[in-house]
């Protein structure tokens, strides 16, 4: 059931989200072959797709691609990190056409982990991905092994390209809390708080197998369940389409989603 809920509210969050934005719509994107053998290989969100959804997706990185860039500190920037930054990006918000990332304009990516100071491969503190404030305004900053490794279903239920990027999400109300964009008022919050701290207490006692991280604080929580749920359980995405529809809190239309 967590799974279902936790769907629910990042898709309701996004729908609640997008109706304030204007939609934005691109010509069908022919990709280059590399990218599909890339996909296939490396992204088991996109195996999992049908063809529909595979040009969607595709599309979807090319939008992307085409508005953020990329850029390796120290180190080179492949096709391959390009694909799976994107892959990062796009996952938490597939199948709805109006997502947008406000608050990035650049990814960096380091070719080992850093500290809090941005120093690259320090034994103090080890930094995986981190969404930028201050100076590092705009910015997220992943290190590439973990990026890769994340992308590895038979390693754990860790992404954290898809970690930070559900941060960025949160953010798009204005601050990183925990609380998804469109889940302001009270009415929302309060139960979505309830949730967490309920989910926390079987994380706690090992009635759950997402990683105990998410028990730090409402933040890592929503983003740690959406890494693991993203990663690993999308076949739940393709059987939620008619929950949502009948569920009164979030009023959704089926061609609002783009799911099939």
């Known amino acids: 059931m967590i799974y279902i809920l936790l769907l629910v509210v990042v898709a309701g969050a996004t729908l609640l989200y997008n109706k304030k934005q204007v939609e934005r719509t691109s010509p069908p994107f022919a990709s280059p072959k590399k990218w599909d053998q890339i996909l296939i290989e490396k ?22 691609l085409s508005a953020v860039r990329i850029t390796g500190v120290k180190t080179n920037v ?21 997502w947008t990332y ?3 304009d650049e990814v960096l990516l380091y070719p080992d982990s850093f500290d809090r100071n941005f120093n690259i491969g320090s034994k103090s503190e080890i930094i995986t991905g981190m969404v930028g404030n201050g100076a590092m305004e705009g910015k997220v900053i992943l290190s590439k092994p973990s990026l890769h490794l994340g992308f590895d279903i038979s390693n754990d239920k860790k992404n954290v390209g898809i970690h930070e990027f559900v941060h960025l999400f949160d ?58 749920f993203l990663n690993v359980h999308i076949c739940f995405r393709k059987n939620i389409r008619n929950y949502m529809i ?15």
Not at 246 to 260: G, L
């Open 102 to 104: 406000r608050h990035l």
């Open 246 to 260: 009948s569920c009164p809190k979030f009023s959704i239309k089926a061609s609002q989603i783009q799911y099939n």
């Open 171 to 228: 953010k798009e109300s204005g601050a990183i809390d925990g609380i998804p964009p469109g889940y302001e008022d009270k009415s929302f919050t309060l139960p979505w708080l309830d949730f967490i701290n309920h989910k926390s207490a079987e994380i706690i006692n090992q009635r759950s197998d997402i990683n105990e991280y998410a028990t730090t604080n409402k933040q890592e929580f929503f983003a740690v369940a959406s890494e693991y």
């Open 43 to 64: 992204v088991n969100f996109y195996r999992n797709l049908n063809d529909k959804d595979r040009l969607r997706f595709k599309n979807d990185l090319a939008n992307f």
């Open 78 to 98: 492949s096709v391959e990190d390009r694909i799976l930054v994107a892959s990062s990006a796009v996952i938490p918000l597939f199948g709805f056409p109006a």
